[in-house]
């Protein structure tokens, strides 16, 4: 979750996230990047929320 909604601000943390990924031999399912979301109260009135539940609801044991 980031309060700055601008493209640049998640470019750090999804570099980072796709080296953990390939350091743990791991893939990639999908992601919620909650641009925007500076608070909780932000987060709740977001689409994020919603796309985070149904991204884990997609996904197979």
Do not use: I
Request: with cysteine.
């Amino acid at each position: 979750m980031a309060w700055n909604a601008d493209d640049w601000t998640f470019d750090a943390l999804e570099a980072h996230y796709k080296t953990l990924c390939r350091y743990l031999s791991m893939h990639d399912l999908g992601r919620v990047l909650g641009y925007g979301c500076g608070t909780p109260g932000m987060t709740r009135v977001s689409k994020h929320l919603r796309e985070a539940y149904d991204l884990g609801a997609s996904l197979q044991a």
